[in-house]
């Protein structure tokens, strides 16, 4: 079992930067790719960006890519996504998950936080 907490969303303006944290429970954090999502009302949720188990893999969604960065630290059990140069179209609810082993474009993770708002303001 893995339990994941979300940090740092908040209030920003636009062209600002927010770095948020996923925090995770367990022995195994290390066998576990690590992906953001986000999701606004009345929207499906959708992908951000992903990190293999070793950190030596990502990708990103095309809206993102060159502003958002996603890295991990392991020994604290935590993952990290740097957002720069953010829009108010990047406002959201967003979300970390773990997926054992297999880095995943899509929803199917095994672990999902409860989310940490992000709101861009023009």
């Known amino acids: 079992q893995v339990q994941l907490v979300e940090s740092g969303g908040g209030l920003v303006q636009a062209g600002g930067s927010l770095r948020l944290s996923c925090a995770a429970s367990?022995?195994?954090?290390?066998?576990?790719?690590m992906g953001w999502f986000r999701q606004v009302p009345g929207k499906e949720r959708e992908f951000v960006a992903v990190i293999s188990w070793s950190g030596g893999r990502t990708y990103y969604a095309d809206s993102v890519k060159g502003r958002f960065t996603i890295s991990r630290d392991n020994a604290k059990n935590t993952t990290f996504l740097q957002m720069n140069s953010l829009k108010p179209e990047d406002t959201a609810v967003y979300y970390c998950a773990a997926n054992y082993r297999r880095v995943v474009i899509g929803l199917k993770y095994d672990y999902w936080g409860q989310g940490t708002q992000v709101t861009v303001s023009s």
């Open positions: 367990g022995r195994t954090f290390s066998s576990y790719a």
